[in-house]
């Protein structure tokens, strides 16, 4: 790969033949992450590649490249012949986080708790890997 990509090996890898490189984004202080699965044979002269950009929910590990029974759609389209890219933006996956995710702690799932009725189960709450509740609430 060329240009100022770099081997990113800290994230696990989803398949053996899958890479990571992280590259400059629009905030210089901060980089992207990207996946990268070439496809095993292909017709394409020169080869062909897709972008998976993920929506506002998920990162590219737990949607392009999430394989149901065993399959994923990352998986069909290498067998098309695609190369494919998966970008994770800031804040997803293992893209870098905007320091302002960081210094947030957010307070909506124990407000929340403290509002249901007392015999209501209460799951102790870690909505994500990142997520820290906030003993603060109105």
Not at 75 to 99: C, K, M, N, Q, T
């Amino acid at each position: 790969m060329e240009g100022s990509m770099t081997d990113f090996s800290a994230a696990p890898p989803l398949d053996c033949r899958e890479q990571h490189f992280r590259i400059p984004g629009p905030r210089q202080e901060l980089s992207l992450f990207l996946r990268f699965l070439p496809a095993e044979k292909t017709r394409f002269e020169p080869r062909r590649a897709v972008l998976y950009v993920h929506g506002a929910t998920f990162p590219s590990a737990v949607s392009v490249a999430h394989r149901f029974d065993g399959k994923s759609w990352r998986d069909a389209l290498g067998e098309a012949g695609f190369d494919v890219w998966g970008l994770d933006f800031y804040g997803f996956g293992h893209s870098d986080r905007y320091p302002e995710m960081d210094s947030l702690r957010p307070t909506i799932p124990l407000c929340a708790s403290r509002r249901m009725p007392p015999r209501s189960w209460r799951p102790p709450f870690d909505l994500s890997w990142r997520t820290r509740t906030s003993r603060k609430c109105r």
